[in-house]
């Protein structure tokens, strides 16, 4: 599967921004999807994760109550609906897809795979 991140820019801190990331193959409905980030200088961090029917999630506690994760397998679309932004949001985010024989629950990059190009958020103060 192929994913394409969009929706970043330049924001200021308290505001929101919606991310969403489409993939390239009907089949995106198998997957459940996760939402990483990565800011500079800093080892790739989980966000959050949806399953493939769009009925359980999981977050990091950084983001927890602030973000939303949400998915329409009808247009192929993963979304992140981010609130309150934060000036340590500032990263690269990327959205992924779980690895079949993974956890649901795991936070580690190395459970994911197929990531795709990413968005970049920045969150001034």
């Known amino acids: 599967v192929q994913l394409q991140a969009c929706g970043g820019g330049l924001v200021q801190a308290g505001v929101s921004l919606r991310l969403s990331c489409a993939a390239s193959?009907?089949?995106?409905?198998?997957?459940?999807l996760g939402w990483f980030r990565q800011a500079p200088g800093k080892e790739r961090e989980f966000v959050a994760a949806i399953s493939w029917s769009g009925a359980r999630n999981y977050y990091a506690d950084s983001v927890k109550g602030r973000f939303a994760i949400s998915r329409d397998n009808a247009k192929n679309t993963v979304f992140l609906q981010m609130n309150s932004l934060k000036p340590e949001d500032t990263a690269v985010y990327y959205c992924?897809?779980?690895?079949?024989?993974?956890?649901?629950?795991?936070?580690?990059?190395?459970?994911?795979?197929?990531w795709g190009r990413g968005t970049l958020v920045t969150v001034s103060s």
């Open positions: 992924t897809t779980l690895l079949a024989t993974r956890s649901w629950g795991t936070q580690q990059p190395q459970d994911f795979g197929s």
């Open positions: 193959e009907r089949t995106f409905s198998n997957y459940a």
